[in-house]
C-alpha cells in the first residue's frame, strides 16, 4: 500500500497551506514530514511514515529524521510507522519502538485502526461481502431519482462544505475548516489526487464526499448529507460508487480511514463511524499508532509537561461549561415563573 499522506501531492498541499515540508529516501526507505508546533515545542511530524523494507532501513530512516529535526530546530520527530517493518523476531510492534528509544505520542493523530477492501477481487465478490442493505440501496437507489457524479473540478468543493456545516452545527462537533479544504481541492482535484462526488435527488445536490487517491489506495476522508434528505440513505450506495470507481481506476485498496478498536465503547473518537464503515465489508487492519521520538530530551519532558497541564486546564474549563447551562436554565426557569 501507498498513502496519500507520504505522497508529493501531500508535500504540495502542505507547502501550500505554509508548511515546510521536509524529505528524504535512502535504501529501503523514504519520508516526508512537516515542520510542527510553536514556543510550546517544535517538531518533525511525519503521517504514516517513514515507510521502510526492512527494520534496517527503518533505522536509517529514524537516524534521516532526526537529522533533518535537528536542521530544523525541532524538539522531537512524531511518526507513525504504519507502513514500514519495523520489528526483528518475535518482538511486538510496541517493543521495537521502545528499543529504538521511541515514546507513545500525547495524543494519537492518525487513525490506528481501520477497515480496507481489497479491490483485486470482482465487483460481485466485493458487493457480496458489504450488508445485504448496502447492496440493495446501490442497486435500487436510483428508482428514488438519486444520482452520483464525480468531479475533479475544485469549485464543486463548495457543496461538501455547505453540508459539512449544517452537520457541524447539528451535532456539534469539529470538522477541518473551509480554507483547509479549498485549499485541498484547489492542489489535489486538478491533478487527480483527490476526487469529489456528489449526490443529487432529481439533479438538486443533496451531499457530497472527498476522497483521495495515491498510486494504489483511495482513501475515504469527507462525507456529508442533507438531513432533509436521511431518511433516503443516499450516503451508503453514494459510498459503494466510490469503491466501485476506485477498482475501475485500477487502485488496489479502498481505506475506510478509521475505526474503532474490538471492544471500545463510546469514548473512542471513531467509535460512531466504526459501524457504518464496517458495514461496507474489508478486512481489519491495526497500526502502531502515534510515537514521538526525542532528540532534545530535556525539552521533550518540558513539552510533555506544558501539554499535560494544558489538557488539565481544558478539562477543567470544559467541566465549568457543562454545569453552567443548568445553572442558566434553573435561573431562566425562576424568571419565567415570576
Not at 190 to 205: I, K, Q, S, W
Request: glycine residues 8%; neutral net charge; contains cysteine.
Amino acid at each position: 500500500m501507498t498513502n496519500i499522506l507520504q505522497s508529493k501531492a501531500w508535500a504540495d498541499f502542505q507547502a501550500e497551506l505554509g508548511h515546510t515540508v521536509v524529505d528524504d529516501e535512502g535504501p529501503g526507505f523514504s519520508w516526508q514530514a512537516t515542520v510542527e508546533g510553536g514556543s510550546t515545542g517544535r517538531y518533525l511530524y511525519c503521517p504514516y511514515g517513514p515507510l521502510a523494507d526492512s527494520p534496517q532501513a527503518f533505522d536509517a530512516a529514524l537516524e534521516s529524521l532526526k537529522t533533518a529535526a535537528r536542521n530544523h530546530r525541532c524538539w522531537f520527530v512524531r511518526i507513525e510507522p504504519a507502513f514500514a517493518r519495523i520489528q526483528d523476531g518475535l518482538e511486538t510492534p510496541e517493543a521495537a519502538l521502545r528499543r529504538r528509544g521511541l515514546k507513545r505520542a500525547p495524543r494519537q493523530v492518525q487513525p490506528g485502526h481501520t477497515q480496507l477492501i481489497d479491490l483485486a477481487q470482482d465487483e460481485e465478490a466485493i458487493l457480496k461481502d458489504m450488508k445485504s442493505t448496502n447492496r440493495n440501496l446501490h442497486r435500487n437507489i436510483h428508482k428514488k431519482g438519486v444520482t452520483f457524479t464525480a468531479t475533479t473540478d475544485p469549485a464543486a468543493i463548495s457543496i461538501l462544505l455547505k453540508y459539512l456545516a449544517q452537520t457541524a452545527q447539528r451535532k456539534n462537533f469539529n470538522r477541518q475548516h473551509d480554507d483547509y479544504l479549498q485549499t485541498a481541492a484547489e492542489v489535489l482535484m486538478p491533478r487527480g489526487a483527490a476526487v469529489l462526488y456528489v449526490a443529487r435527488l432529481d439533479d438538486e445536490p443533496i451531499g457530497a464526499s472527498l476522497v483521495y487517491d495515491s498510486d494504489d489506495t483511495r482513501t475515504y476522508a469527507h462525507a456529508s448529507m442533507d438531513v432533509e434528505h436521511r431518511k433516503l440513505s443516499a450516503g451508503i450506495p453514494l459510498v459503494v460508487r466510490m469503491i466501485l470507481d476506485a477498482k475501475e481506476k485500477g487502485l488496489s485498496t479502498f481505506d475506510l480511514f478509521g475505526t474503532a478498536p474490538d471492544g471500545a465503547g463510546p469514548e473512542h473518537e471513531w467509535y460512531g463511524f466504526t459501524k457504518f464503515k464496517k458495514s461496507f465489508g474489508g478486512t481489519p487492519a491495526e497500526y502502531p499508532g502515534t510515537w514521538d521520538l526525542p532528540v532534545s530530551p530535556a525539552k521533550y519532558t518540558a513539552y510533555t509537561g506544558i501539554r499535560a497541564a494544558r489538557e488539565m486546564a481544558g478539562s477543567a474549563r470544559k467541566a465549568a461549561g457543562e454545569k453552567a447551562p443548568g445553572v442558566i436554565s434553573a435561573l431562566r426557569s425562576k424568571v419565567s415563573r415570576g
